[in-house]
């Protein structure tokens, strides 16, 4: 597994495997894993090489975090890189009231409670520590704090302000104490992450669905503005919520809901592109994003072994340099995007 080491703008270096893993799905997110399914599909990644995983106290409301404990205990502690994130704290409730009913499945009766200050991110990290079961973390991201989660550019704003008054010292004093390496942001939203870019000192964000073969917007100021500031970009979603890898089929999902006509018709036209290449349309997805410089890793979820190996085997595949060519020519990757070499 290629691996790249990044050196974040606060000095700290991190290796980075090409290929991450996401571990939302051993939270039981949309279907119940036993917990042998759940360590057999970390065992695969480790054997593929994948040294860097991606957790949060949200998947399967700490559970994804206890999993990946029962996996690393034993573990030399720099053999791997760990991320997981704040900005939520998890209250014990009756079972009808707990987060994610319908998402998450046969988790601890937990609700979620938004909290982007001091105390809620030392507290938030206090718990990770004890459910991973490991005495610092490489990186910690701030989970959710966009329009998408907090319904209104109003409110996510308060939450930035909130973050940037009060949670922003505990982050700093964090790294300085060598309990974390770096941090930054997990969100859906690239918009955000420039305005946190730019009102303080992040080493990265991990973006989800916002730099993919579909959408390149973030290409507009923010890209630029990592690659000049040497702040990374972990990419999560590469796959647009899943129609980059099913393709533009009826109840294709794009953003976490069913696929409004003009994405499916853009999809198509990319799919229809890859085939006359020979190249399926989630090879080209999972390479394309890889390419930018600000890009470490790319994380998709896995929830069984066979579906790391995909994964490893799609990463795999040649690609034609005429494929990206030829993309670009339709309008489907912007002209500034990079691409790999020969296109």
């Not at 975090?65 to 704040?86: A, C, Q, W």
């Not at 937990?110 to 490991?134: C, K, M, P, Q």
């Amino acid at each position: 597994m290629k691996t790249r080491r990044f050196r974040a703008p606060s000095g700290a270096t991190i290796e980075f495997t090409e290929l991450g893993f996401g571990t939302a799905p051993l939270g039981n997110l949309y279907r119940a894993l036993s917990e042998a399914e759940a360590q057999a599909t970390l065992q695969a990644a480790w054997d593929a090489g994948l040294r860097y995983i991606d957790t949060a106290p949200l998947y399967g409301l700490g559970l994804s975090e206890t999993r990946i404990n029962h996996f690393l205990r034993g573990k030399p502690r720099d053999s791997y890189v760990l991320s997981t994130k704040v900005g939520r704290l998890l209250e014990a409730c009756p079972p009808e009231r707990r987060t994610g009913i319908g998402k998450f499945f046969d988790t601890p009766s937990r609700r979620e409670v938004y909290d982007y200050s001091h105390d809620g991110i030392l507290r938030s990290v206090e718990a990770s520590l004890e459910r991973l079961g490991i005495d610092r973390i490489d990186i910690l991201f701030v989970h959710d704090i966009d329009v998408f989660n907090h319904k209104s550019v109003a409110a996510r704003d308060a939450k930035v302000a909130e973050l940037m008054k009060s949670g922003y010292g505990a982050l700093v004093k964090l790294r300085d104490q060598g309990i974390i390496k770096a941090f930054g942001a997990g969100v859906n939203e690239w918009e955000v992450c420039e305005i946190l870019a730019r009102r303080g000192d992040f080493d990265l964000f991990l973006l989800a669905g916002r730099y993919t073969l579909l959408e390149q917007e973030s290409l507009n100021s923010f890209l630029p503005l990592c690659v000049e500031r040497g702040i990374g970009i972990v990419i999560g979603g590469a796959y647009n919520s899943g129609i980059l890898a099913s393709g533009a089929k009826p109840g294709a999902f794009y953003n976490y809901d069913p696929a409004p006509q003009h994405i499916l018709e853009r999809v198509a036209g990319i799919e229809q592109i890859c085939k006359r290449h020979g190249v399926q349309l989630v090879e080209a997805a999972l390479r394309f994003p890889l390419v930018h410089p600000a890009v470490v890793s790319v994380i998709p979820g896995a929830s069984r072994p066979e579906e790391v190996t995909l994964n490893m085997r799609i990463l795999a595949a040649e690609i034609p340099s005429a494929l990206w060519a030829e993309l670009k020519a339709a309008g489907f990757i912007r002209a500034e995007a990079p691409v790999p070499a020969g296109a």
